[in-house]
């Protein structure tokens, strides 16, 4: 009853922000991502009919406190009825700091767990369950481009473009590591409480979700480069109009986006977007990697960078 499965977060170029029905997890707007390649999560779900309460552990380490969200995770696959579960969870890189590791974490989860449990489920079942733990795990299902659609009363995502197609790359810039303060979750819900940017936000999505489905369609990395950093900007505009703000840049996110708009007047094709951490992360073709890494390793303030490409979607790799 031993199931391991990997996945790969996901970076939100057209941003899911916000909760249309907050009890079931379900997003206010649709969203468009491309899932890394280089940065994973194991995850290994062991059922045992002799284990009394379920364990987990993250990167070596006893969690008391992601238990919860696991074990909700687990009974939504599993039914409530079913054997207590060793879970283990070991990521490359860290977790909690706006890398999107709750979308690795948790599409890893529901592949592992379902294998356990003897099931055979479709991956948009499979989407369907793990974007109820966490949002974004739903595109991480799936590889290359993948797009997320509101559809009555749950959500429908399919890979719009793989990674052989357009193999851009990824370059991550860590500005600050630790955990942050506010999750996602609850920044969401403060947002569309109080930002009065909240609706215009919600109103103007299928925009951008058109040009930027336009872009990827016809490989044309300016247009997808336009509506994706503004898409980013104004996500943070609605985050930093709440009551209280949320705010999740510092001031080398603020240079390094200084540093990629300079590249791009000078020709580089490159862009950046930036999730609810401030790391920043930097969209490019592959012979501007070399360029944008050395530009972002030289800001102050930044104490790694990490390289990826465009990946595949959740898998097993042990049942
Ligand atoms: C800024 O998926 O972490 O990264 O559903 O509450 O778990 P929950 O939120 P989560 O939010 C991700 C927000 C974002 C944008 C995105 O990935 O689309």
Redesign the pocket.
Known sequence: MLAIAKAQP???L????G?RDPER?L?AVG?I?VTLSELFTQMSVDLDATVAVDQLEVNGATNEALLPRVQLCLDRVLGSDRQRARVVSQSNFPIAA?L?S??SA?SALVVAAASAGGQDRSTSELASLA?A?????A?SLYGGFAELENYDDDVRVASICSASEWPLRVVVAITMAGPKAT????A?EISRKTSPFYSRWVDQQAEDLEVARAAVGARDFEMLAEVSEHNCLK?HSVMWASRPPIMYWNSATIECMQVIRELRSQGVAVFFTI??GPQLKAVCLPEDENRVQTALAAVDGVSDIMLSGIGDGAALVQQ
């Open positions: 996901n970076i939100a057209i941003k899911y922000w909760k997890n997003p969203s991502s706006g999107a709750s979308a948790f974007g733990s966490s949002g974004s795990a595109r999750s996602s979750g609850e969401m996500m999730d609810a």
